[in-house]
Each structure stands twice: as C-alpha cells, then as structure tokens.
C-alpha cells in the first residue's frame, strides 16, 4: 500500500518532519537529490549532458543539487536558472552556493534547445503551485516541450496542480516523474497523469510518525498487497464454504450482463452463483455460464416474490441490477430486494438507476458502483460536477449514507465515508461494454468468500484493473473485452498480480 497524498499533504508531511521530528530540511532536500540522481545515473548514458532547468523554490533546490552530484560522479551537468534569485528560499540559496563552489555550470535559457544537452530535468515548480503559469516560466515550459529530449520531472511535472491533476495553464510533458517521499494525487488523475509519463516514487527518508499524523490520507495498492486483500483459500474448503452469489440482473434480450457477473464471480472463487432473470434468458445463460445454477424472477411483467426471497436467503451475497432494465417489473425487484435484503448486496447498473437514496441510508452492508452518470443520479449532481471532484464526492456520499462508494471513471474512487482508496490499476481498454459487470461480480465473489464489504470493493476495483492491465500486455487495448479481463483474472491471480 501507498499514500498518495495532496499538495497540502505533502506540505504537511515535510512540515512536520521537518519542525516536529526535527529533520532539517535541508538534509530532506539532499535526500530527494540523491533519489533524483541516482535514477538518472541508472537509466542515462554517463555520454549524456544533463540541462537542469531550476525554479527558485525548494524544488529548484532539489534540481541544484542532483546537478552537483552528478558533476561529482563525473557526469556533463548545467544548471539553468529561473525567476528572481532576490526571491529563492533559504534551502535553495544554500544549494546554489553549493553548486557554484563544485563548479556547475550555470547557461542561459537557449540551452534548451541545445544538442549539448539530451536529457532536461525540470525542477522548476514543486506540488505547492496554486496559479496559472505565465510569463518566464511558460516561454521555458514550452521550450522544454518543444525541445523533442528526454525529459524527467522532479517531484511533479510543472505547472501540474498537485492536488488534482489539473494543467495551470501550461506544464512540462515529462518521459519520468521522480517524486519524493509519496505519491502525489496530481501524478494519479487525469489529466496530470499523462504528463506525468512513469511516476517512481522515491523513499527520502520521511519518519513513519510523520505519514501517521496526516489524516486519513489516500492511498492505493501494488502487487505486493495482492496477497493480502484477496481472500484465502482453506485446503479443505468447498463450494459451499467458498460462498454463494445470487446475481438477479438481466431483462428479456438483455442477458449479458448477468452473465458477465456471474463468470466474475466463479473466476473470483466463489462456491456457487445463481442468477435469478427473466424466464427467457434461461439458456443464453447456462449456455454461457454452465456452472451456475438459474431461476426465473417471474412470468412476463408478473414479479415472483418467493422467487426473490429465496434468492437473498440462499445466497451470502447478492448482486443487484446488471441489464435489469427500468421498466415497472424492474422497480418492482428493486424496491423488494431493497427492503428484504440484509445480505452484503452489490447495486450495479439499473439497480443503482432504479434505487432511492434513502433506500440505501444507513445500510452498511450495500456497495454502489456507479460510473459517473449514475451516480449523478442517485446524487441529483451534475456529471461535470461529479467528475471535477470525484474523490470527494464519493468520499461525501459514502459519509452521508454509510454506504460504500465505487466511483467508476479513468481512475476509480473507493470510500467508506471515512478512508479513500484510489485506484491505479487499468488502462484505456477497459473501456468496453461488460466490464463494469465483471468488476460487480469479483466485488461478489470475494464478499461470498468473507471479506468486509470495504475490502472486498477496494479489491475488486484493483484486481479488475490488473486484469485488464494483463491483457494489454499480452495483447493490447483495443481488443480487451469483458471475456479478455475475466482471462486476465485468472493469470493475476494465478501469479500473485504480476499476470507473468
């Protein structure tokens, strides 16, 4: 697990290193420069000229002073100023002095463009901008752009917005992001993301105490945190103890997304799943499904009640909604699920179109996952609103009904009300029709299995997106379907999320 924290959280997190623990801060900075150097010195020809284009605040420092280390190591290193050096900060002057006593060289601006000179770092402006970039530093921003060189950032991309992504007006296209001591929320959204290029995330030396005393910051999972958050599975278990799913979904020629639900859920590792739809998708299903177990929730428009209790008392969860429709007969089926149900219950789709927010108030054991237009449904918010801010819309909406959030977008949102786990598996591909479906049935397989309804949606959203991040390596993004990430399922958990 990693934080991923906002401008005012790294702000906080260096402040109280530094004032609390004691840390000075320029021992922090020298930190970050190592970091910052070392990654150079292993990805770069030692034939390289480095340009390091410096701002005069504390990342302007960071850039002085991996320039330094590299001229100490032998490297072609220069150093290119920028701003008014009456205004640079203590920690910076200090690290210009450094580098004009080791001998740096410090060039004018058309250095940029310069053959000398094939790698830039940019270490103009750190996660704490909070305005438009103009003037001095949008001409050289748009040089270094334009420049067609290797280009890494130090600790975000200027003129990134730390703390959403957003591009203040213009900002450096970076190949790599070195960012120090976490990840920043502004290299995970969109667009920040994309101008982010690679993000390695550099241990600087910040103390445990001073991660601890940031409250409730983001975070989001790796690989190593697969084992984990998946659950296990006893030797001696069986269908039965593995988990039962009911998936009551579909509509007359809307078969596949229960299906999909259905094939997610098994490919999870749940015991048994039953899907409980419309009389005439009885074969589409079992043809597609095998293993599942099936039964109709009616007769034409007529809702079976006893079909329905059965399908909550039979199951450990239940999953509400994939291709039900909006028609009476699907209020109908919502409305009844949502008043008996006291089973986890995953709402998806037209369960979610269908569901009143005061249905779901107070009722802990319901997980939405809505993409952006359902949940301006259920919110009575606008879409752009929603998508502006979808950390703390979800964040808000999981507080005020104590359910839990799955906001679906380029980068998923989970909360509780409380925490926020942020979503960094996935790709572009994922992008098809399906695959919401199938992420609603991993969510149900692994609540079938025990996990809390928090777990078991943080792990379904990341699982979901290391599926599909293994069928692009394999294969590419345009071709993923629903079929390909339930294939790619199978290989990250086979391989303990490395899909090799």
């Given at each position: 697990m990693r934080y991923v924290l906002t401008a005012g959280e790294a702000k906080e997190l260096d402040e109280h290193a530094i004032q609390t623990v004691g840390f000075p801060g320029l021992v922090l900075m020298e930190k970050a420069a190592m970091t910052l150097a070392s990654v150079l010195m292993e990805r770069e020809d030692r034939r390289s000229g480095f340009l390091f284009v410096c701002g005069t605040g504390n990342n302007g420092g960071d850039g002085l002073a991996a320039a330094r280390l590299l001229i100490q190591q032998g490297y072609r290193a220069a150093i290119?100023?920028?701003?008014?050096?009456?205004?640079?900060?203590?920690?910076?002057?200090?690290?210009?002095?450094?580098?004009?006593?080791?001998?740096?060289?410090?060039?004018?601006?058309?250095?940029?463009?310069?053959?000398?000179?094939?790698?830039?770092?940019?270490?103009?402006?750190?996660?704490?901008?909070?305005?438009?970039?103009?003037?001095?530093?949008?001409?050289?921003?748009?040089?270094?752009?334009?420049?067609?060189?290797?280009?890494?950032?130090?600790?975000?991309?200027?003129?990134?917005?730390?703390?959403?992504?957003?591009?203040?007006?213009?900002?450096?296209?970076?190949?790599?992001?070195?960012?120090?001591?976490?990840?920043?929320?502004?290299?995970?959204?969109?667009?920040?993301?994309?101008?982010?290029?690679?993000?390695?995330?550099?241990?600087?030396?910040?103390?445990?105490?001073?991660?601890?005393?940031?409250?409730?910051?983001?975070?989001?999972?790796?690989?190593?945190?697969?084992?984990?958050?998946?659950?296990?599975?006893?030797?001696?278990?069986?269908?039965?103890?593995?988990?039962?799913?009911?998936?009551?979904?579909?509509?007359e020629g809307m078969s596949g997304a229960p299906l999909f639900s259905a094939q997610a859920a098994y490919a999870a590792g749940a015991g048994l799943v039953k899907i409980f739809s419309a009389a005439a998708n009885r074969e589409i299903l079992l043809s597609g499904v095998p293993e599942a177990l099936f039964s109709p929730y009616g007769t034409g428009e007529k809702v079976d009640h006893e079909a329905l209790r059965e399908a909550i008392s039979w199951a450990d969860c239940v999953v509400l909604g994939p291709g039900l429709g909006q028609g009476g007969r699907a209020e109908e089926i919502v409305s009844y699920v949502l008043r008996h149900c006291d089973k986890p219950l995953v709402l998806d789709g037209d369960g979610i179109t269908l569901c009143q927010k005061e249905q779901i108030t107070g009722r802990r054991n319901v997980i939405l996952t809505p993409h952006p237009k359902e949940f301006s449904k259920i919110t009575g918010k606008e879409v752009s609103l929603l998508k502006k801010d979808l950390i703390g819309e979800a964040l808000s909406f999981a507080e005020r009904t104590g359910a839990i959030v799955v906001g679906k977008d380029a980068r998923t949102v989970v909360s509780d009300g409380q925490e926020i786990y942020l979503n960094v598996s996935g790709n572009s591909g994922m992008g098809t029709g399906g695959s919401g479906d199938v992420l609603t049935g991993i969510i149900a397989g692994f609540l079938a299995q025990g996990a809390d309804t928090f777990t078991a949606a943080k792990a379904g959203v990341y699982v979901h997106g290391l599926a599909g991040d293994w069928f692009v390596r394999n294969f590419n993004e345009y071709s993923l379907t629903a079929t390909g990430l339930i294939e790619g399922m199978r290989a990250v958990l086979r391989y303990g999320g490395t899909g090799k």
């Open positions: 290119l100023l920028v701003g008014d050096t009456q205004k640079m900060t203590a920690d910076a002057k200090t690290q210009m002095a450094l580098a004009a006593a080791c001998q740096v060289p410090a060039v004018q601006a058309d250095a940029v463009a310069s053959p000398v000179y094939d790698v830039i770092v940019d270490a103009l402006f750190g996660v704490g901008l909070n305005r438009a970039v103009g003037g001095v530093y949008e001409n050289v921003i748009r040089e270094i752009n334009g420049a067609e060189k290797k280009v890494y950032a130090a600790d975000i991309p200027s003129g990134i917005n730390g703390s959403d992504g957003a591009v203040m007006n213009v900002a450096v296209n970076a190949d790599v992001t070195v960012t120090f001591g976490a990840n920043k929320r502004g290299l995970v959204l969109y667009p920040g993301c994309r101008y982010a290029g690679e993000v390695i995330v550099g241990d600087i030396g910040y103390p445990q105490v001073s991660f601890e005393a940031l409250e409730n910051p983001a975070y989001y999972y790796e690989p190593d945190d697969l084992a984990r958050v998946v659950p296990g599975r006893k030797p001696d278990g069986h269908k039965g103890s593995f988990g039962r799913v009911s998936v009551i979904g579909g509509s």
